[in-house]
């Protein structure tokens, strides 16, 4: 599939300078943790593995979180275990059911702390399960940022896989999660080709944390938008609209309303913008199999570095989800 490293190698150096600055003025816009933990994101504290309270802006902790995600060619993201796995999973039940005494216990070993962070946004809570950075500022899993809402409209998954890679995508996620008031945001903790042989690319890979929580997750009851992001000389269209299969009505509307609102549009229809599909990526065939819905949206460079646009572009995605 062609995506975001089409772009050249100069456009990647950009966007990495444009991320580290980010992450350092977005800093500013965080509010201080109490108790045992980070006071921001990527802070280290005192191993107690206890849950945390915090609040502040949630797009500002994500632009925050993504800055300091392992970049292109590092060799940084880590492969989890099975048993690791295993651990991951049980820490993300014990969040879904609200004992998070018993999920900061779990994951506190593998690096995680367990935030209950208010976004004063929207004044909603969303349990957080985030890596603890190093003492040299760093990740040292790579595995990613998952939050569960303790009240959402419906069972809307936003999970953003490509970060970095796919610039400004986890911005068109948040807003999507804010504006139709979703139950999960998952955010990956490093560049999709951090590794070389591709380990890090949590759409395609099913031994990832990202898959083995969503799998724990999915349902027939549950919707899953995946914002993604292609360099604008891949394809003259602003976006490109799929299920992963044939267009079910949910997709069909989205592709309807964008074009309403002057977007150019492409609806994957089991051959049209084919290598922008999704078609093989494993959380749509995880959630198409439990009778889940599936939205799979690539979206132009151009129109996700339009602040405007990008803005316009998610609600009108996130009107549809609900």
């Known amino acids: 599939m062609t995506h975001e490293q089409s772009a050249t190698s100069r456009k990647d150096k950009v966007a990495l300078r444009t991320l580290r600055r980010r992450g350092a003025l977005l800093a500013i816009a965080m509010v201080a943790v109490v108790g045992a933990g980070i006071a921001r994101p990527g802070a280290s504290g005192a191993e107690s593995y206890r849950p945390v309270t915090g609040s ?17 060619d590092s060799g940084a993201y880590r492969l989890p ?67 569960w809402a303790t009240t959402a409209r419906g069972e809307l998954f936003v999970e953003v896989t490509h970060p970095v890679a796919d610039i400004d995508t986890e911005d068109v996620g948040v807003i999507a999660f804010r504006r139709a008031s979703g139950r999960a945001l998952f955010v990956a903790g490093a560049h999709r080709q951090a590794n070389r042989d591709g380990s890090a690319d949590v759409a395609h890979r099913t031994d990832a944390i990202f898959h083995v929580l969503h799998t724990n997750s999915a349902s027939a009851s549950s919707t899953v938008f995946q914002p993604h992001g292609y360099a604008d000389e891949t394809t003259p269209e602003d976006a490109v609209i799929s299920r992963g299969d044939l267009p079910d009505d949910l997709a069909a509307r989205v592709a309807s309303d964008l074009r309403a609102e002057a977007f150019t549009v492409c609806l994957y229809d089991g051959a049209s913008c084919s290598s922008l599909a999704g078609t093989t990526n494993v959380q749509g065939i995880v959630t198409r199999r439990a009778g889940g819905r599936f939205l799979h949206a690539e979206i132009a460079r151009r129109i996700r570095l339009d602040v405007a646009r990008r803005d316009r572009l998610a609600s009108v995605i996130s009107s549809a989800v609900v």
């Open 81 to 147: 275990s099975s048993t690791e796995q295993n651990t991951m999973r049980a820490a993300w039940r014990l969040v879904v059911q609200g004992d998070l005494s018993g999920a900061a216990a779990a994951s506190g070993p593998l690096g995680y702390q367990v935030l209950r962070y208010t976004d004063t946004s929207t004044n909603r809570v969303i349990v957080l399960l985030a890596e603890r950075s190093t003492k040299d500022g760093k990740w040292a899993r790579g595995w990613g940022l998952f939050g």
């Open 56 to 72: 502040g802006d949630l797009q500002a902790y994500v632009n925050a979180y993504v800055a300091k995600n392992p970049g292109r």
